[in-house]
């Protein structure tokens, strides 16, 4: 490897791979999938040294093993069991499941095959890898992370004391898949929790990375993805892809109870998404969290459907998760604080945030059983499958669901 190892540990993920690869084990392991990579930027190539030390990097990483100390953490969240700790203790990524090569506009190709419980776990790490020998490798590292830092301490600066600028209540960091690097990640983290005590009317809870929520006594932070809403309502033959969204609730619950609850409402459409959620789920659930479209629309329509079911908003929680900035979160906070309680997932802007544009890089599943998913989003555009027909097929369910039931 030209730089050193970028995944330290197992535990360099989003929490929320834990939480679904626990249900993932217990309810659906023969599942399989296929990941597909994606660079959306139309103007960065990836040569032939970068993909080397990308695929050098993903070994690197598959040599990797839960310790008994990060076993030990993982017993510390209350919603995971003993038996999916005792299956991690024996897990490990398999550099088998990756296929990587050139053979795309961008230079770089990844595809990864296999069981459900095992290729979920790789997308995180592998994005972060691919992230960091770009930036590494295109430019001057050391510039680079100096405009990082510089940034990062004015950004904070925008939420200290009284007379900030800013206020945005309850944020957590979910910068892994795209940050700059580790050293940037955890510079970020670290600050915030620092200086979390000069901020005015605004609280970093904590971070998507368990790994640095473990090294800093941090909230680990995150429930489910669209891959669980696909894969679970998509992956069956018998299911009827318009009620995605149902099936996937059910198993949460099944695995979950009334803990571990904010559900993720864009992945076939929220309008879908709330014929679905209907009083048992809106009640058991804590909160939803936006991802895609309008994010004030989205949280009014949250609001009246919490509203025309009796429950009262203030004992919910919206997440916005979606391309946000201090900025944005401080008007969507202003909006919404007086009505239910708000929260922010902050990515890019924490992680990755230097003279340079930020990569747009996703891997996203495909197909589930041998079967193509698609996820269709509050906007045009996020989706990945390769299947135009099946694309169609799904817009067609949803829509006779939208009009007829």
Partial sequence: MKFQKIIVSLLETDLYKISMGQAIYHQFPSYTT??????????????SDMVEEIKAQIKAYCDLRFTEEELAYLGTIKWIKQSYIDFLRLWHPRY??????????????????GTWVNTSMYEIPTLAIVNEV???????????????????NDKLEALIGVNSKLNIGNFSEFGLRRRLSAQAQELAVKTLKEKNHLFNDSRFVGTSNVYLAKKYDLLPVGTMAHEWIM???????????????????????KEYGVLNGTALTDTITTDCFLRDFRLTYATLFSGVRHDSGDPVEWGNKMINHYESLGIDPKTKTLLFSDSLDFERADKLYNMFKDRVKVAF???????????EAALNIVMKTT???????????????????????????????????????
């Fill in 345 to 355: 997932g902050i990515g890019t802007y924490i992680s990755n945030d230097t003279d």
């Fill in 134 to 152: 770009y930036f590494r490798s295109r430019y001057n590292y050391e510039d680079l992370f100096a405009s990082f830092e510089r940034k990062l």
């Fill in 367 to 405: 197909k589930c059983n041998g079967m193509d998913v698609a996820k269709i989003s509050d906007v045009p555009g996020k989706g990945m499958c390769k299947n135009d027909e099946y694309v169609d097929f799904l817009n067609r369910n949803i829509a006779w669901r939208m009009n007829n039931h």
């Fill in 96 to 113: 088998e499941d990756f296929y990587i090569g050139t053979e795309s506009e961008c230079g770089l190709v990844i595809e990864t095959n």
């Fill in 34 to 47: 296929t990941w597909s990579f994606k660079c959306r930027n139309k103007d960065v190539v990836f040569t």
């Fill in 231 to 253: 894969c679970v309502g998509q992956g069956n033959r018998k299911h009827n892809p318009s009620y995605s969204n149902w099936y996937a609730l059910e198993a949460w619950v």
